[in-house]
Each structure stands twice: as C-alpha cells, then as structure tokens.
C-alpha cells in the first residue's frame, strides 16, 4: 500500500489514501486490544506494538512523500498530522492500561496460587497429623474424645510425626526369617473352623479386605480391589464362624467424628479417590466463597476483639502487669544482694519422672499402731551431727499435720484471751462484722490503682502548681494503704503550693496530732489569713485556754471572721461572751447572729439599744424585728408585738425587700416552736393575705391551715384560722375546722376555746343546726345542762320543727334521766314535727321504761302512718318476739317484707324467726325467696352460709359458698367468710386470693389478722390490724378483735392506745358490735365499754 501511495500523483488522492492506511492500523490495533485473541496477553501487547510501529511509519513515509511531490498541499498534511498524533496518544494510552491491568492480573493470580499452594500444605500437614493421631488411638485400643483432637493437641502429635512414620515403617518391612508371631511372649497359635477355607485356599485372594456385606464368593478377587469393610458377609470363601474386619481402613467412623453435612470428617472415607481438575477447581471456588466471608464486617469483628482482649485484660491483668512497678525497684538491687540471693533447687522434668516412677509399697497396720502409739510431740528442734544424722523422708510423723495445726489454734486461743482473767474477748456477734471489715484487694483493684498513680503522677509533675493533683494523689496512697507515701506526697504538695490551704490542710490529717501542730504552725506563716487553717490548729489544742490563744491570735489576722469569732465565743462564759460580742459586733457588723446572740445576753433595756442599733445597721432583714417582737412578748408587753411586725413590712417595703408568704408563714412556725405565741399570730395576721388573689383565700388558707396542723403547728393553723374566721364568719366549713382543731390540742384550755368558739359559730350561723347540736353536747359534756337546754331553746327559736333538734332535745332529757320530760318532749315533736324517726325515738324510749300498752300503740300507728319505714316493722317484730307472739311476729315481718321487699334485715329477722320456730327448711326457703328478689345481695348469701353452717351442714355450705361468690366475686364479707370457713392447710392460699380481689375491705382485713394471730405471727398480725381499723374506723367488729388481740400479746400502752381510738372513733358498724349495742340493757353504755363487753362476746380469747 505504501508502494501505491508512492505512484499516484495528486495530492488529494495521496492524502485519501494515506487516511486509509490510517484507519487500517487503528483497526487493527483496536482488534487486538480489545479481542485479544493470544493466549498470552505479552503476545497481544507484542502484536499490538508491532501495529503501531507499522503505523508510525507508513504514516511518516506518507507524509513526506506528500509533502515533496506537493509544496502547495500544507493544510491538508497539517490536518492528516493532527489526527494521526491524536490517534498516536489515544493508542499508546490504550497498550499502557491494557499492561497494568494484565500486570495486576499476573499478580493477583501469582498471590492466589501462592496461597493456594500454602494451604494445601497445611492441609497436607493437618492430615499427617490427624493420620498420626488415629494411630495412637488404635495401638492404644480406644479412640481419642474430642478434646483429645483440639489444636495443641494436634500440634503436639505434628511434632513426632516423623517418628511416627517411622515406626509404622518398621512394620511394612518384611518379617525375618523363622519368625513367629508371638512365640517371644509365650503365645501358642491354634487353628479354628473359620481359618479353615481361607488357610486351605490356593487362590492368591487378599484376604484382608473380606468383612461383612462385601458378597464375595469362592472365585479369585481382583487384586487391588478396595476392602469389604464391616458386614461383607465371608461365607461364600468357606467361613461361616468369625469375621474380621479390615485393617487397611482405618477411618474413624464413629459418632463423634460424624458430621450432617459432610458426613465422615476424617481420612479414610474418600481416600481411595482420585484428585481431579474438577475437584481443585471447586476447592478454589469454595477457597474464594471463605475468603469473601471473612471479608465481610472484618473491621467491625477485629475491633470487637480488641475490646475484649482489653476487657479481659482489665478484669484479669497479668501477674507481669500488676507487679510491673515492682520490677522496676529490681534496677536498684546492688551485687552483693543478687550475690545472696540463694539458687534454686533441681526440679527439673527428669528429676520429676524419675520420682514419679518410683512405687512405694503400703505398710502393714501392723507395723503402724506401735509407731503411732509411741509417737510424742517434741516443743524444738533437734538437729543430730554427723553420722547421726537422718536420712529425709524417712522420719516422718504421722501426726505431725494435726499437732502443728493444734498448735496453730492454741496460739491464736491465746491470742483471743484476756491476759487477766483468761476469758475469750472474741465478740461472737461482731465477728462476722469483723469479718466484713477486712480489706481484700483484688487484681482489678490492684491495676486500676495502678492506673491511677500513673495519672497522679502525671498530673503533679505537668502541673505541680494545681494542688488538688497533689490532694488526690495523696488519697490514692492513703486509699491503697501507704500512708508513708501519702505523707510524702503530701508534703511535696505543701512546697509547691505553698499558698493552697487545702494542701496544708490535707496534710495536717494526714499526721498524728503532735506533726499535725507543726505542720499547722507552718501552714499559718504561708496563709496567715486562711479561717480553715486557724479552726484547725485550734482543734488540736487540748485544752481550752490553749484553744482560746489560738483563736485570739487569729483574730488578729482575720479580725474580720465569723466563724473564728463564733468559735472563740463558745468557749467564754456569760460576761466573757457578752465582752467578745461587744468587740464582735464592730469587727464585724453584717452578722446577723452576733447581733442577736448580745442582744439575748444583755438585760431588756440594752437589748432594746442593741437591736436597735441592729435594725439601724441592717435594715433590710426581717429577723432582727422578729427578735424584737419576741423580746416585748418575753417581757409582757404583748400589745407591742403587732406594732413591731407592722413597722417591720414597712421597712422592709422602703428598702425593696420583697418576701413572699411562704417565708413569712414559715417565721411564725419557727416563733411557734420558740414558744412565742403572739409573735407568730401577728406574723400570720399581717402576713397571710400577701401574694393571694380575693377568690383563692379561702381555698388557700384552708389548705395552709391543714399543711400546719399535719406538722404540729397548732398555734400557727389556729392563728390562720382566726383571720379566715374574721373574713369569712359565715362559712359553717370554716367553723368546723376550727372547733376539730380546737379538740385536738387537747390542752388545759381547749374547753373553754372550743365553748367560745361554738357560741361565736352559733350567732355567725343561726341556721346551721349542726353547729347548735355541737354547742349544746360540748355543754352537756362539760357537765352544764342547764346551758345545754339553754342553747336548744335558742335553737328551737331559730330552726323551729327541726328533727335534728328535737331528737336532741329529747336525748339530752333522756341520758339525764328526765324520762318524764324527754316522753313530752316526744308528744310534742310527733305533734309538730312527725316523722318517722321521732316515732321511732317514741317507740325506743317506750320500750326502756317498759310501758307495753304504749309500745303497741305506737307501733300500730306508725305502721299505719309509715308503710315504707322498714325499722318501724322490725321494732314491732321483735316486741311480739320478746313476748312469744310468732304469729303476730310473723305477720309484721311479712307485712314489712311486703311493703319493702328490699329491705335486707327484714328478710333475715324473718329467717331468724322461721329457723327459731320451724327449724332451718322453712329458714331456707325465705332466704331463697330473698335472694329472688334481691339478686346479688352478698348480705343475704352471707346468711343462708351462716344459716348452714349452724345446723352443721358443711357441704351445703362450701356449695352455696362458692354460689355466692360467683354471684358477689367482689364482695369482702364472702371472701372473709371464705377464709374462715377454709380448712387450715389451705387458709394461707384462700386469703392470698381474696386479698388479690379485696385488698382494701375491712373484713377481708380483719381475717387476714385473725389469720396471722392465729400463727403467733404477732407482728404482722398487728400491722394487719392496724390496717383494717384505718380502713373503716366505724367497723366495731376490727376495733374489738384488735382490742383482744392487744389484750392477750400487747402490753399496757399498746392497749390504752387501742381504747382511746376506739373511744375517739365511735365505731356503730358491724355484725358482733351491733348484736351487743343493740341491746335494749347496753344503750346507755359508753363505747369503751361497748368494747368490752364485744371483747367478751368473742370466741377468740378463749381459742388463741
């Protein structure tokens, strides 16, 4: 082609004709780059490069030919030059990256079978190994466990595998002539029935590899043929007796060496096997898939493990680690003391074989006893010489352990007595605590000890001017025990930080007392004006004189300090004290407390000055007139105290000193507990109404009011109570509290407060008929019954008609045993106000005087007057009971039944009167009918239980028991009825369940303790008590049964303190309470009482 270039003679077709050329070689080139179609890529680069150089020179010829034959063609060959340079650049760029990726491939490649082939020798050598161990395992007789075949011990068994193959080459070779197997052991061969066939077989069959399940018959074996194994089945050779297996396998297929898999993991499964290319193809593959899993999350896994080498090195550090600084003091050992160390002894691996192999035969008891007879206890040491001396190991005492130990234990015996009288001083109850006091260093503690002086030290040395280093570091010293070095520590701190008190200080308590006192007076000439540094040398003075000199000499420094003079005024007396606080309060006239503290020592006139001159110095603190109201209150000038506290708001408001009420309220509780009185109503009077808005004070004072009567504070909450009385006379809520909180001060004038109290509530309150009712019993209490119908009068005059205050009226007759009065009373209220209370007052008070007639009447027109007043049938029922008349009992039960099917007590009456008359079948069918008409009533459950279980029908009851709780599963009385019906191995899991229902009822409760007193578990069951009045202190049967408890297992004050709250709380609930306080004998009887005769009543105290 460049030949034709050469005999054209235009320039335009030479030109053409030369880019043809052109893009021959470029495609060409492109071809084999990119195609590649050598084995080799050095061929390829090769051929590429030949192309190019082509190229370059047929181009070149092209264009200096062009150029020659046509001077006038230069754009046109500038044009050919440019592409063919660009093609030039673009193509040698292509051959540079086709060789460093071809290099990186080699490489890559090279580093693979580099890897490959290492590991195959290490496979190789794992395979020796295991090889080696099968070995062992079967010359021994028995297989290696698992552990056996861990890698140390895999390691150990690679190291003596060159002996090993050895040996079992020794046993490949052929056996010498005349040998007998054996015959060197004494071992005699003989012939059995299955050692016949093969023995007279003339056929060359190997028969080493005939085992079990093979079906191998008379005719010849191939040689070379793989061995039966177990189960070949050996018959058709002429054996039907014994079979053997093959030794040339020796595989270990048993279940440790099994794998799910992969099946048998160990040699002799596959080795029989030819390696092919397709085998190491997929172990390359399988290698790749290894290699680019452990890939993966490789940062992460390798930082995990570091942590928890760091971890474990933490918890566990080496013993090289912990004692590394004791290393270091080694450097210092000189020669003569290495030269004194002493050599160690011989005990080297021989020397132990060789002791291990010797064997020592047991002697006979015989020849023991004597020697144990005869064998003393010698106090020293005798050290024969010469020829006498004895041979080691052959004078040892048997009883030597025991009479070193017995000697051990008499020392510290000795140790534990008293050197007087020779008792134990042991303390048997502090012993254990003693225990607990030691100091065990652990390893973990021992490094971070560690740790932490190498950062102390760090700290003190980057920084020896920062005294809290030189502090800590000397604690860490005193914490590790090393108070020598912490002193030292110290004192190096003490020179760097001359000016530091703490550093002074921490030293001072590091030392003794005596080297206290000179460091101290060390100290003082570095920081003359530091107060920690002067109380401290003052405390280590013994005596107070000395202390005083101290102090003084301190104040001559510091004439300024409080404290120093607080401490110097301390140990003066009376006139001493008074001249320090003269001197103290012009020295330092900001302080409040001297101020105060001379002020309480000077007489009332010179007080007066004094706090003058206070409040004239520091105008702005409140206490200071909070002292002086309480010193006019001290000297009877009580009218000056709200004068005071006024002034006091004043100033404070001048000099805006802005306090809130809080603060005020908290000052009055504080003049309460000073026993000042009347400065604490003031500061509540002039106070309480600061910072509330009108239509929150009263909602605010109550509650302030209450917070301080839970504390105790009963003048300050009375005090409030006062200024919301004065704001609000006619809230009856407010009255109310005042009179309660009157009552629980109970003090020596709470009487006559709570009298004055009342009769300002009755003309703030005329309507309020409570507050009537109260004024006339609190009357009648203190024994005034003339002022108490005086006050009913008044009462009748503002609430005339008033059922409250008629029936009142009448009891107030009637407990005075006015009978006659309390009857008109009566006639007159049924005549003006008639109710059906008023009747039934009638009718009670009828039945007390024992007047039949008019009992009847009454009864007979209030159950025409009042049909739908259930109690009105029941008092009729039980007066025709008490007289025997059932038909006439009956009738009025059922007229009531009729007229209130809902009432509950009438159907038991009803059931009491059948069960009493016509026995309990007629009993249960009126409760039967009661529970129709009163689903769900647990009352009535309870009853027809109690009802079986009177008659001692325990299987009716356990079935309606458990009716009933079906029907009422949250009903208390049941599931307290279930605990006391349950048998004793099963009582602890029922009231677990009831509990879990009914945790807050009291009677639940209350056979929860009777539970626990039953026990002897006497505190819980007194906390379950406890528990059961607070929850409802009007349930008489909890106060009784607490009562009785306390009486049988309680002492004196736990009684007394039973009664009075029961007495307190009035308890007018409960099924034994009002069984005893119903009765017509009992109604006048106090509740202490009441409670006494209840506790009589009970089963219990005779039971427990």
């Not at 030059?81 to 990186?104: P, Q, R």
């Not at 035969?361 to 005869?374: E, M």
Request: glycine fraction near 6%; proline fraction near 4%.
């Amino acid at each position: 082609m460049s030949a034709v270039v050469i005999f054209l003679d235009s320039a335009l077709s030479q030109a053409l004709f030369g880019m043809l050329i052109w893009l021959n070689c470029s495609l060409t080139m492109s071809l084999l780059l990119f195609l590649k179609p050598y084995k080799q890529w050095t061929d390829t680069l090769v051929s590429s490069v030949m192309q190019f150089q082509l190229f370059l020179t047929l181009f070149l010829g092209i264009i200096l030919q062009s150029q020659t034959i046509n001077s006038d063609s230069t754009t046109i060959t500038m044009v050919i030059l440019a592409s063919g340079l660009f093609t030039v650049i673009l193509t040698g760029l292509l051959i540079i990256n086709e060789i460093i990726t071809s290099t990186k491939q080699e490489y890559l490649t090279a580093k693979t079978r580099r890897k490959n082939a290492i590991a195959t020798y290490i496979q190789k050598l794992w395979k020796a190994a295991f090889r080696y161990a099968l070995y062992q395992s079967c010359t021994t007789g028995h297989y290696y466990p698992k552990n056996h075949l861990c890698i140390p011990a895999m390691l150990h068994l690679g190291n003596h595998l060159r002996m090993a193959f050895r040996r079992v080459k020794a046993f490949d070779q052929p056996a010498p002539a005349n040998y007998v197997a054996g015959v060197g052991r004494g071992a005699i061969g003989f012939t059995t029935r299955s050692d016949i066939g093969p023995a007279r077989s003339d056929d060359p069959v190997d028969l080493i590899g005939m085992g079990r399940g093979r079906g191998l018959t008379m005719g010849g074996i191939p040689i070379g043929m793989p061995g039966g194994g177990r189960g070949s089945g050996t018959a058709g050779v002429g054996g039907f007796g014994r079979e053997t297996d093959e030794s040339g396998d020796r595989g270990d297929y048993s279940e440790t060496n099994y794998d799910e898999f992969s099946g048998y993991t160990g040699a002799g499964l596959f080795n029989d096997m030819p390696y092919d290319q397709d085998d190491a193809e997929a172990d390359d593959i399988y290698a790749k898939i290894d290699e680019r899993m452990d890939s993966k999350r490789k940062r992460r896994r390798e930082l995990k493990q570091l942590e928890d080498m760091k971890k474990a090195r933490r918890e566990r550090p080496k013993i090289s680690d912990q004692f590394a600084d004791l290393k270091t003091s080694l450097s210092e050992v000189s020669d003569a003391e290495w030269e004194a160390i002493p050599d160690i002894g011989d005990h080297s691996l021989r020397y132990k074989q060789q002791r291990r192999a010797e064997i020592y035969t047991p002697v006979p008891d015989n020849l023991l006893d004597p020697r144990t007879q005869t064998s003393t206890t010698v106090v020293g040491t005798d050290t024969p010489s010469g020829l006498a001396s004895t041979i080691g190991g052959m004078t040892s005492s048997l009883t030597g352990l025991a009479e070193a130990r017995g000697a051990v234990l008499s020392l510290k015996l000795d140790k534990m007595s008293d050197s007087i009288s020779g008792q134990t001083v042991v303390d048997p109850k502090g012993y254990l605590t003693d225990l607990n006091s030691l100091k065990i260093t652990s390893d973990a503690e021992v490094g971070d000890i560690k740790k932490a002086r190498l950062l102390m030290r760090s700290v003190t040395t980057t920084n020896p001017k920062h005294a809290p280093g030189w502090i800590a570091a000397a604690r860490l010293e005193e914490v590790a025990g090393k108070l020598v070095q912490a002193r030292s520590i110290i004192a190096q701190g003490c020179e760097s930080c001359p000016t530091s008190e703490d550093v002074w200080l921490e030293a001072a308590r590091l030392q003794t007392p005596e080297n206290a006192k000179k460091i101290l007076a060390n100290a003082v000439r570095h920081v003359p004006t530091s107060v920690k540094v002067w109380l401290a040398a003052a405390k280590l003075e013994s005596s107070d004189d000395a202390t005083k000199l101290v102090l003084r000499r301190a104040l001559e420094f510091i004439p300024n300090a409080v404290a120093i003079w607080k401490a110097v005024i301390e140990l003066e007396d009376a006139e001493g004290a008074r001249l320090m606080l003269g001197r103290a309060v012009e020295c330092v006239p900001q302080s409040v407390d001297m101020w105060l503290a001379l002020a309480r020592l000077e007489t009332y006139e010179h007080a007066k000055r004094t706090l003058n001159r206070a409040r004239a110095t520091i105008p702005t603190d409140p206490t200071i007139w909070i002292a002086a109201a309480k010193l006019e209150e001290a000297n009877g000038k009580g009218n000056n105290v709200d004068k005071i506290i006024m002034a006091a708001i004043r100033s404070l408001n001048r000099n805006d000193i802005v306090i809130d009420r809080d603060t005020w309220l908290k000052e009055a509780e504080a003049c309460e507990q000073a026993e000042a009185p009347l400065t604490c109503a003031a500061l509540v009077r002039q106070t309480l109404n600061i910072g509330v808005e009108e239509e929150d004070r009263k909602r605010t004072w109550i509650d302030d009011a209450e917070t301080f009567t839970s504390k105790g504070a009963y003048i300050t909450a009375k005090a409030i109570y006062s200024v919301a009385l004065e704001t609000f006379p006619t809230k009856k809520s407010i009255w109310l509290r005042a009179v309660a909180l009157e009552k629980q001060m109970n003090t020596a004038d709470s009487k006559a407060n709570i009298m004055v109290l009342l009769q300002k509530a009755i003309e703030a309150c005329p309507l309020c008929e409570v507050l009537w009712l109260m004024a006339a019993k609190e009357a009648w209490l203190q024994g005034s019954v003339d002022e108490a119908r005086s006050i009913l009068r008044r009462a009748f005059l503002q609430n005339p008609n008033s059922e409250e205050i008629w029936i009142a009226a009448v009891k107030l007759e009637w407990e005075n045993n006015e009978i006659q009065r309390a009857r008109a009373l009566l006639a007159k209220a049924r005549a003006q106000a008639p109710t059906a209370r008023v009747w039934m007052k009638s009718i009670l008070l009828e039945r007390e005087i024992e007047i039949d007639s008019a009992e009847e009447a009454l009864l007979l027109e209030g159950m025409g007057r009042y049909k739908t007043f259930d109690k009105m049938y029941m008092m009729a029922g039980q007066y025709y009971e008490g007289r025997e008349n059932w038909e006439s009992a009956r009738k009025a039960y059922r007229d009531g039944i009729a007229a209130c099917p809902k009432s509950v007590p009438l159907w038991k009456l009803s059931c009491n009167l059948e069960e009493r008359t016509q026995g309990p079948v007629k009993a249960r069918t009126v409760l039967e009918l009661a529970r129709l008409r009163n689903p769900k009533n647990d009352l009535l459950w309870l009853e027809a239980v109690r009802l079986e279980r009177r008659h001692g029908n325990i299987k009716g009851q356990e079935n309606l028991l458990a009716k009933a709780l079906q029907e009422c599963p949250d009903s208390g009385m049941l599931l307290a009825e279930s605990i006391e019906l349950a048998p004793r191995t099963q009582k602890k899991r029922v009231s677990l369940e009831a509990l879990k229902k009914k945790d807050n009822d009291p009677a639940v409760c209350l056979s929860v303790s009777r539970l626990f007193w039953h026990e002897r578990k006497v505190t819980k069951a007194r906390k379950w008590f406890e528990r059961t009045v607070q929850l409802n202190p009007d349930f008489g049967d909890g106060w009784a049964y607490y009562y009785a408890f306390e009486l049988k297992d309680g002492n004196e004050s736990q009684r007394n303190d039973v009664l009075n709250r029961c007495v307190n709380a009035e308890p007018r609930h409960g099924s034994l309470w009002c069984a005893i306080s119903k009765q017509t004998a009992n109604r006048k009887k106090s509740t202490k009482d009441l409670l006494k005769l209840v506790v009589a009543s009970l089963p219990v105290l005779n039971q427990e």
